[in-house]
Every structure is written in structure tokens, then in C-alpha cells.
């Protein structure tokens, strides 16, 4: 992966609109199996410059260590927060994540003025916030917490491999290598393994319950038999209801596909992620019977409160169609009634470039114009709305430009009884 330094243009903005303490929080360990999810929150001085601070993921080992030691001496403050398992198992790992990230501001001595968080927003914050997509990329401040939280959570899982060698926490530090599943495949779950993460590549074809999970992986018999074997699941398996599905969008019988998915999705549990794999395996031959698959299941999962999966769902379309219309403004619907907003902001852009691509130029105008409202120092926002301006033959599109630059941005403000800021180029000035 290529090396990109932060930049601290968005820091400085804001500190330019009166925010003097701007704190940057990131979170490390989502996805591992085992292991916490480690958040930390920076603020950095202005007046100490630390150079070649970048996304920790694009950093050597050694070189972050380097970078951790430099930011946390710099730092006007600096906090690191973890969820371990337990609360994982209990919460999910998208809420951990959040609390850890939460813990990590409150610690920071003197708090800030605001805060700006890779991808998320934080809930019940007692200061103003946003959500940067990429934002590990695009601010020093985040890629600065990315740095350390990723330090720490590395020194902590090589502590984990001192208690228990047989898994390996010092190569992998607790994600689904081949190595790692092959221990959880040999040894079982350890005291360190999150019970709700169920890497489908143990199990083969099938998916199994949590408590069969529990029976097999706790098994000794299983593990010196060698019953359960590591691999790759296949399509060789389907259902017949799931094939009869297959069938109708392969003949474009998408009507009769929607009615039989209902049908399942009624009868059968897994049917969500079977009929997912459904639309991933018809979606080269025929991208809109994979979005007529990927719309009930997602209408299904929302019915039942799983907006998490029901967005990844979309996010996934939406990376194997590009462009889709459809699939790009229902993913903004449902980031938006879920909160999400650096996933609402990163679709409300790819809807914007869609409508460009398919001649929809006063959609992408509106569209653009919300985005640089909300985000004006994005030099994309403000490209996509010139080039809708032009489609359109607006005869000084630099004056709509400048228009739109002079308007209010909105700044998220924590708490629903608390505040709303609102930035201008005047400074910032609290609203009711």
C-alpha cells in the first residue's frame, strides 16, 4: 500500500473558525477474531510539526513505533481506550468500537474544542464532531490517533502471546490469517477469542449456530480427529429454493425472483446471506437482477432493526456495480435514518458522480451543492459542482460556486437537547 501523508489543511480550518483544541480519534481492530478494539484520540500542537505522520496501515512496524514516540511528546494531550471480548460479544463490535472511542476523549487533558473521528460518529460527545470519510488519510490529527492506537494495541497482543503461544498473537495480532485459523481449527477459542466472530471459512458450506459453534471448537475429540477441516466455501452448495432463484434472475423473471426470496426469507434463517451470495454470483451476467436480490434482502434485514448489515449489503453492491443509481440513493437512505455519516457523505459522492456519467445534471448540482455546504474545503465537492454547472450551461458558474462557499456549514453538535453549531466565514456562533 502506497504511503500518503495526512495533511493538516483540516485541522487548521477549523482551528482558523475558533477551534484552538482540535482532537483527531481513530479505532484499530475491528476485524480481528481475537483481541480488543483500541481506540485513541490526539490533539496535536500546532507549534510542534511531526513529519511523515500517515495512515498507520501504510506504516513499517519500526516506523510507527518511531511515529508514536514523536506524537505522544508533541501531543497537547493524547488518551487510548480498548473494549476487550466480553464487551464485544455483548454489545457488537461497531458499538464497542464506538465506546472505546468515546473513553479515549474523555481522557484527554485539557478536553477539546472539537472533535474530528475517522469514518463514525461518536455518540453522547459534550463537544461538537465530525465524521471524516478516510479521515486516517486525510488529517494528521486522525492518522496521529491511528499511529498510536495501532502501537498499542500491537504491544498488547504480543502480551497475549506471552500468556498463550499457541496461536500466534505476535505475527497476526489476532486477524484471520491462514496460521490463526489453522490454531482456532487445532486449539478452540481462547479466553482472548471473540465468541460472536464465526469465520465462515471453518465451517465449510454451512454456518453453524452459537452453540454448536461452542461444542465443536471446545471439542477435544474434534480437534485430535481432525474433524473440522479449513476451508473455502463453495458454490457447489445450493439449496432448491435457492437455485429456483438463481434461475428466475438468469431469465430475467425478476418479479418471480423478488416473490420466491420473500418466500425463503420467511422460512429459512440463513436465507439473507444465501440469498447474498446469490446476487453476487448473478451480478456479472446481470447487474440488475443482483440489485433486485440485494433490495428485498436489505428491506427484510431493515424490517428487523439489522441496519448494519443491510448497509453492508448496499456498500458491497455498490463497489460490484459502479454507478448504480438505484443501489448508490438507497445506500444514502439508509446511512442517512442509521446515522452513518461518513457513509451517507462517500454515497451522497458516488451519486453525485453517477448523475454525471448519465446525464442528470441538476441532480448532481443539488447533490454537489449539500456536499460543499457540508464540506467546504473538499476540493471534489467543489469539482463535481462545477462540472454539473457546465452540463447545465449556467453562464458564471463561478458566482453559483462562490454562492455556495459563502453559505453556512452544518457542524454536528452531540446531544439532542444540546446546541447545533454552525460555521460560517465569520467564525463559529452557537444556534438554538
Given amino acids: 500500500m502506497a504511503k500518503v501523508r495526512a495533511f493538516r489543511t483540516l485541522e487548521n480550518w477549523y482551528r482558523r473558525m475558533g477551534f484552538n483544541r482540535v ?29 511523515r505522520v500517515c495512515d498507520s496501515k501504510t506504516v513499517t512496524p519500526l516506523e510507527r513505533e518511531r511515529l508514536y514516540v514523536k506524537i505522544t511528546r508533541a501531543a497537547i494531550a493524547w488518551g487510548v481506550a480498548a473494549a ?14 464506538l465506546r472505546a472511542m468515546q473513553r479515549a476523549v474523555s481522557m484527554l487533558a485539557p478536553l477539546p474544542d472539537c472533535v474530528l473521528v475517522d469514518a ?5 460527545l459534550l463537544m461538537p464532531q465530525k465524521a471524516v ?23 498488547l497482543m504480543r502480551q497475549l502471546h506471552e500468556q498463550d503461544e499457541r496461536y500466534g498473537f505476535d505475527r497476526h495480532k489476532g486477524y484471520a490469517t ?12 481462547s479466553a482472548a477469542h471473540r465468541r460472536s466472530f464465526r469465520p465462515p471459512s471453518i465451517f465449510g458450506d454451512r454456518l453453524p449456530s452459537p452453540a454448536e459453534f461452542d461444542d465443536i471448537l471446545l471439542d477435544p475429540e474434534h480437534h485430535e480427529s481432525g474433524a473440522i477441516e479449513v476451508r473455502t466455501p463453495s458454490r457447489s452448495f445450493r439449496s432448491e429454493p435457492l437455485a429456483r432463484i438463481e434461475t428466475l434472475l438468469n431469465t430475467l423473471c425478476l418479479d418471480e425472483a423478488r416473490a420466491a426470496a420473500a418466500e425463503l426469507l420467511g422460512q429459512d434463517a440463513d436465507a439473507p446471506e444465501r440469498l447474498l451470495e446469490t446476487a453476487v454470483a448473478v451480478s456479472p451476467v446481470n447487474p440488475e437482477a443482483d440489485f433486485a436480490l440485494v433490495s428485498i ?8 432493526g439489522n441496519a448494519g448489515r443491510a448497509g453492508a449489503a448496499l456498500q458491497q453492491f455498490v463497489a460490484r456495480v459502479p454507478n448504480h443509481y438505484d443501489g448508490l440513493t438507497k445506500l444514502v437512505e439508509v446511512a442517512g435514518a442509521a446515522g452513518w455519516e461518513a457513509v451517507m457523505v462517500e454515497a451522497r459522492c458516488l451519486l453525485a458522480d453517477a448523475c454525471l456519467s448519465q446525464s442528470r445534471p441538476a441532480e448532481a448540482r443539488v447533490i454537489a451543492e449539500e456536499l460543499v455546504a457540508r464540506e467546504p474545503w473538499e476540493r471534489g465537492h467543489l469539482d463535481r459542482l462545477r462540472r454539473a454547472l457546465m452540463m447545465l450551461q449556467v453562464s458564471d458558474p463561478e458566482i453559483v460556486v462562490a454562492d455556495t462557499l459563502s ?9 439532542a437537547a444540546g446546541p447545533r453549531i454552525a460555521v460560517d466565514a465569520a467564525g463559529p456562533e452557537k444556534g438554538g
Avoid at 463514525?120 to 453522547?124: A, G, S
Fill in 133 to 155: 470519510p478516510h479521515g486516517d488519510s486525510r488529517c494528521t490529527a486522525i492518522a496521529a490517533a491511528s499511529i498510536v492506537a495501532k502501537v498499542t494495541r500491537d504491544r
Fill in 407 to 415: 453559505g453556512q456549514a452544518a457542524f454536528e453538535h452531540a446531544g
Fill in 178 to 189: 491462514r496460521d490463526h485459523l489453522d490454531a482456532v481449527t487445532r486449539f478452540g477459542y
Fill in 297 to 304: 434482502v436489505t428491506e427484510y434485514l431493515l424490517g428487523r
Fill in 120 to 124: 463514525f460518529r461518536i455518540p453522547d
Fill in 23 to 51: 482532537a483527531g480519534v481513530d479505532e484499530v481492530g475491528r476485524g480481528c477474531l481475537a483481541g480488543p478494539v483500541v481506540a485513541a484520540a490526539v490533539i496535536l500542537d500546532p507549534e510542534r510539526y511531526v513529519p
Fill in 84 to 97: 476487550e471480548p466480553e464487551e464485544i460479544d455483548r454489545i457488537n463490535i461497531h458499538q464497542a468500537g
